[in-house]
């Protein structure tokens, strides 16, 4: 698992701020008491004037499928719950109820790879696209190992939750969370939240629930712990989660070393078969029957 | 939803579509020309001349058209600015460890230096047609003479290759199947990127009438060990993929084999060995081959993603 930090330059902060520098903030959720009522994802579109799904609310797109309708995380919905319909048998079966959101990864793979610098960390640890700065590269789309970033259709450049920045920079919670009637969304200082999450998931397995876990809460795992973790009770591919989150910056090294060798490798093969034809065209040149 | 798939398989595509599918395939014809033209410059006869202006050519007009791909496909083209420059301090914005902010500024180099490539070449010939402007291009003369030309050349060579090969670590660079599952992109793209800069060269200087046996031979082989290579770098990119190479289960595989292995790269090493086939064929054939290995790389993966609790594939 890469837990290396590359260096950030947005993140450069002077040791009196770092003295200052409030407690990292972020979501629990427990699935097991979310109801799918998607207040979460309301609160969202109305705090953050997001649109609409699809083109932007003038027709309403149904899945199909699912009682959910709202499908993925994307530029224009920053909360999603998804409905994970396990009916194996018809009149036996569950759903579990997720409230999905960007994860604000202490090792964030989208700030990495941002080539503008509009990906920064705030003081609170959150990860948030300055959409003023973001030119719409979408590299970050592709970074993301949890599927969170989308172009938003309004302003055209990459955008994802920034957890209420607004709000919590003035000592107000999260739209989503204050939204939420089950506290299922649980906001709060990292460090609390973890230990509300761990008595929360001995709890239920002292009652039976014994699948229930922690995902994302550990700092010694992927991307350095995530500062919005769940609590599940199935595999994480189940909730359209990966099990092994990556830095993309694992690549670079490899990819790059590789490339060069066989960079270098075809130029030297270029310059010395060009080098041999001249050596061999100045021979023939110098052969008696051309001195001649 | 299935447990056994990558990691990779739950992120969601970026939407690189055919605008960067073109940058890609024509920023790599442009590289490998300037490598071509770089390494005739340095280590060349004079009966190369002609061959040096085609490539220098070439990666100029490729420079200009892979700006206005790049442009054209960011969601905001108006800030494109931003990947060069911070919009906050007006400080230079490069990040060494993001392979998209070194592909940047590796245009930018490689841009310069097809330019005083091509200015080069023009002192050749009677062109531009006007005088003025002729003039205006005796200014920069130097740019053809030692140390200048040298340093020219090896600029070109440096960036060249960079450019050719730093698309494939760029989608390395991110966490999506095929692209993130595998080391041996950026050596594929690199020998597609040369094996389709030769065959272009080829083409041009059949268009053009220009005809140096040896160059031609000399660009011939380079061409076989490219292609080779290329098919090589092609078996171990798939192999790495592991548990990945599922995402090519389908139309996008048969495609890489046939469309990019066997047309591209087998059919045109066979009808290079019989050279009663002329150079149109099997340049084309390298070329189409070309184009379809970045389509398949991309396209393949970007079909890929999450919808409710499916992967869609």
């Not at chain 1, 260096?7 to 699935?31: H, R």
């Not at chain 2, 060579?157 to 966490?175: H, K, P, Q, R, W």
């Not at chain 2, 083409?203 to 031979?217: A, C, G, P």
Request: proline content about 6%.
């Amino acid at each position: 698992m890469g837990t290396r930090m590359l260096p950030i330059v947005s993140q450069a902060v002077s040791p009196a701020a770092l003295a200052s520098k409030p407690e990292p903030t972020g979501f629990f959720t427990d699935t097991t008491i979310c109801i799918g009522c998607k207040a979460c994802e309301v609160a969202c579109k109305e705090w953050n004037q997001l649109p609409a799904r699809g083109d932007g609310g003038a027709h309403l797109e149904m899945s199909g499928q699912s009682y959910d309708n709202t499908l993925e995380l994307s530029g224009d919905s920053w909360r999603h719950v998804k409905f994970i319909e396990q009916f194996p048998e018809p009149y036996e079966g569950r759903w579990l109820m997720m409230s999905d959101v960007c994860k604000h990864c202490v090792q964030a793979p989208c700030l990495e790879v941002c080539p503008t610098g509009a990906i920064i960390r705030t003081e609170f640890d959150t990860v948030v696209i300055q959409s003023d700065t973001c030119n719409g590269c979408r590299d970050c789309i592709g970074a993301c190992p949890f599927g969170v970033i989308g172009i938003n259709h309004v302003s055209n450049t990459a955008q994802k939750c920034t957890l209420c920045y607004d709000r919590t920079s003035v000592g107000l919670e999260p739209a989503c969370s204050k939204a939420c009637p089950t506290d299922s969304i649980q906001f709060g200082p990292i460090s609390e939240l973890r230990v509300r999450a761990e008595a929360r998931a001995v709890q239920l397995r002292e009652q039976g629930e014994t699948r229930a876990y922690l995902y994302g809460a550990d700092p010694n795992g992927p991307l350095g712990g995530l500062n919005s973790f769940y609590l599940l009770v199935d595999e994480p591919e189940v909730y359209g989660l990966p099990r092994d989150p990556k830095l993309p910056s694992r690549n670079l090294a490899k990819g790059s070393l590789l490339s060069s060798i066989a960079a270098f490798g075809m130029a030297v093969a270029g310059a010395l078969t060009l080098r041999g034809r001249r050596m061999k065209e100045v021979a023939e040149a110098s052969t008696p029957e051309h001195v001649s | 939803m299935q447990t056994n798939l990558p990691s990779t398989f739950f992120t969601a595509p970026p939407e690189f579509g055919w605008i960067i599918i073109l940058y890609f395939f024509i920023g790599g014809i442009g590289g490998g020309s300037l490598l071509l033209a770089g390494l005739l410059r340095l280590f060349g006869i004079p009966a190369d001349r002609p061959y040096i202006r085609l490539a220098s050519f070439l990666a100029v007009v490729c420079a200009g058209i892979s700006a206005v791909l790049l442009i054209a496909d960011l969601s905001s083209p108006l800030r494109f600015w931003h990947m060069v420059i911070q919009d906050h301090t007006l400080l230079p914005m490069f990040k060494w460890w993001s392979a998209m902010s070194d592909g940047v500024w590796i245009l930018l180099a490689f841009s310069l230096f097809a330019g005083t490539a091509t200015i080069d070449a023009l002192q050749d010939i009677e062109w531009p047609p006007m005088r003025t402007l002729r003039s205006l291009l005796r200014v920069v003369r130097f740019i053809s003479r030692p140390p200048f030309a040298t340093i020219s050349a090896i600029g070109g060579i440096v960036s060249g290759l960079s450019l050719a090969g730093y698309t494939g670590v760029l989608l390395a660079e991110t966490n999506r199947p095929i692209w993130s599952d595998s080391s041996w992109l950026g050596i594929v793209f690199l020998m597609s990127a040369l094996s389709t800069s030769m065959a272009a060269v080829m083409l041009l200087s059949h268009w053009r009438r220009v005809h140096e046996t040896s160059t031609l031979e000399w660009l011939t082989r380079f061409d076989l060990v490219a292609m080779v290579l290329e098919l090589v770098a092609i078996v171990c990119f798939v192999i790495s993929l592991g548990n990945a190479a599922q995402a090519l289960y389908n139309v996008w595989g048969v495609a890489l084999v046939l469309g990019v292995m066997v047309v591209g790269i087998v059919v045109p090493l066979v009808l290079q060995r019989r050279s009663n086939h002329g150079i149109v064929l099997p340049a084309s054939l390298v070329l189409a081959g070309g184009l379809l290995l970045r389509a398949v790389v991309l396209l393949g993966s970007e079909r890929i993603h999450v919808v409710g609790t499916q992967v869609v594939r």
